[in-house]
C-alpha cells in the first residue's frame, strides 16, 4: 500500500495538480497558513515543503527518474490548466495579500493601496527583495514588499 | 543568561514581569537589569505596570526582586546615551530594546556594530500598529539585518532622544499610546526572547521539512485588525535608497 505522506511528485505532475490536491497535500504537510493562501503562494509553499521533504525534485531539474510512473511508461498528459487573474503578493506591515497587480508599476499600486493601507509617504519599497528600478512593472508571483516604519513609542 | 531591558515605561514594564518570572523558572544563574532614566507618573498608570511613582528602573527591580528573590536584578536609573551605551550592550548579552524614540534605538545600533556577540530584540508602536525587530550578532557578523539596514528612519532619526530634553520638552513629547499595542508588541517580544533562548540555531533554519519557513527577522502587528505578520528580511545592509519615492519609483 502506497503512503500518501512519501509520495514523490515530478514537477510536471505537481504543475498539473489542481488546486485542490495541492491544498490536500499542503494540509497533510501542515504548510503554515495554507487554508487562507492565493493559489500562486499555495503552490509555492507546498513545493517548497514536499522538495525539502525529497518528494519533488528541484524547480526546472529533468524528473522523469524521480516519478513513479517512470521506467518507460509515457508521462502522463498534464490537465488543462484553469485560467487565473496573474496575481502578485504585496506587503506593508501587517497587510500581507495576492493581489491582481501584475503589469502594473510600483507608483500605480502604492497609490491604489494607500487609501486602504494608509502607506507610508517615505516607505522604502523592495521587489523579491531588492530595490527595484524606477520603472520595474510587477510580474506574475513577485513579491512587493513595502517597508512599514517602524514603531516610533513604547 | 544576561538580559537587560532597556526602557521600562508601556512596553517594558509589562515585560520586565514576565521575563524575570521566567528567568526566574529556569535553572542556572541569570541577571537582569533594567535600564531607564525616566520616573513613574499618576498618569502613566493607564498603561504603565508599578506600584510606586519614583524612578522608573529602580521601582521595578525593587519591586520584582521581592517577588523573585533568587534572581539578580539591577537598575540603571539613567538614559541610553552614546557616552553609556558600551555598558548598556555587552558582549554575549540579549537586550531588549522597548524604549520610545529611533535616536535611541540608532545608539543601540551602534553600540551593537561594536560587540561580537549580542542579540537585541527591539520593540515599538504607534497608536494601533507596530514592529518587532531582532538583530543577531555572532562572531562579528549580523546573521539577521541590524536595526538601522531597512529602517532608514532609524538610521537617520528625526526625533530627540530623552537625554536631549528638558523637563517642559519632555512632559510635552508624550503621544497619545494604547495599551494593548504596548502588550501586543511586549509579547511578541517575549516570543522571540523565548525562542531564541531555547533554540537559537532552530529559529535561524530556513526551512524546517515538518513546519515549513520558520526564520524571520521582523514581526509586524495591528491590534485594530488583529493581525500579525512575520517576514524574513535579507541582511545586507542598508539597500534602501536615499531617494524620495517619487524619483524612487
Known amino acids: 500500500m502506497s503512503d500518501e505522506n512519501d509520495q514523490k511528485y ?48 528541484p524547480a526546472g531539474e529533468n524528473d522523469a527518474a524521480a516519478s513513479p510512473q517512470a521506467g518507460g511508461q509515457a508521462p502522463r498528459p498534464a490537465a488543462p490548466r484553469p485560467v487565473a487573474t496573474p496575481m502578485a503578493t504585496v506587503r506593508y506591515g501587517s497587510h500581507n495579500a495576492q493581489l491582481p497587480v501584475v503589469g502594473k508599476t510600483i507608483a500605480a499600486i502604492r497609490r491604489e493601496l494607500t487609501p486602504s493601507w494608509n502607506i507610508d509617504a517615505g516607505a522604502a519599497v523592495y521587489v523579491n527583495g531588492q530595490t527595484p528600478s524606477p520603472d520595474h512593472v510587477v510580474a506574475t508571483e513577485e513579491t512587493v514588499e513595502f517597508i512599514r516604519p517602524a514603531g516610533q513609542k513604547g | 543568561m544576561k538580559v537587560t531591558i532597556i526602557g521600562v515605561g508601556g512596553i517594558g514594564s509589562h515585560l520586565s514581569e514576565w521575563i524575570a518570572r521566567y528567568l526566574a523558572s529556569l535553572e542556572g544563574e541569570h541577571t537582569l537589569t533594567l535600564v531607564d532614566g525616566d520616573h513613574f507618573e499618576a498618569h502613566n498608570k493607564s498603561r504603565q505596570a ?29 538614559y541610553v ?31 551593537m556594530a561594536k560587540c561580537r556577540d549580542v542579540t537585541v530584540i527591539s520593540g515599538g508602536n504607534e ?34 532622544g530623552p537625554f536631549e530634553m528638558g523637563c517642559e520638552e519632555l512632559a510635552k513629547s508624550g503621544t497619545p499610546q494604547i495599551l494593548f499595542a504596548n502588550l501586543t508588541a511586549a509579547v511578541i517580544m517575549g516570543n522571540l526572547f523565548y525562542r531564541l533562548t531555547s533554540d ?34 535579507t541582511v545586507k545592509e542598508s539597500p534602501v535608497p536615499t531617494t524620495s519615492p517619487a524619483v524612487q519609483e
Open chain 2, 200 to 233: 537559537e540555531a532552530g529559529f535561524l533554519t530556513e526551512l524546517n521539512p515538518s513546519l515549513g519557513p520558520t526564520r524571520y527577522t521582523e514581526v509586524f502587528f495591528d491590534i485594530h485588525r488583529n493581525t500579525v505578520d512575520a517576514r524574513w528580511f
Open chain 2, 50 to 78: 508599578f506600584e510606586t511613582p519614583g524612578m522608573k528602573a529602580v521601582v521595578l527591580s525593587t519591586a520584582l526582586s521581592r517577588r523573585f528573590p533568587h534572581l539578580s536584578i539591577q537598575p540603571m536609573a539613567e
Open chain 1, 10 to 57: 515530478t514537477n510536471a505532475e505537481f504543475d498539473a495538480m489542481d488546486e485542490n490536491k495541492v491544498y490536500a497535500i499542503a494540509k497533510k504537510l501542515r504548510v503554515p497558513g495554507c487554508a487562507s493562501m492565493g493559489e500562486s503562494e499555495l503552490r509555492a509553499r507546498t513545493a517548497e515543503m514536499l522538495r525539502a521533504a525529497g518528494q519533488l525534485p
Open chain 2, 81 to 111: 546615551t552614546s557616552q553609556n551605551v558600551d555598558f548598556v550592550v555587552v558582549e554575549e548579552e540579549i537586550v531588549l530594546l522597548c524604549v520610545d524614540n529611533h535616536k535611541t534605538r540608532k545608539i543601540i545600533a551602534d553600540g
Open chain 2, 127 to 160: 497608536l494601533t500598529d507596530g514592529n518587532v525587530q531582532v538583530c543577531i550578532r555572532r562572531e562579528g557578523v549580523d546573521l539577521t539585518p541590524t536595526l538601522t539596514a531597512h529602517h532608514p528612519e532609524i538610521a537617520s532619526p528625526a526625533d530627540k
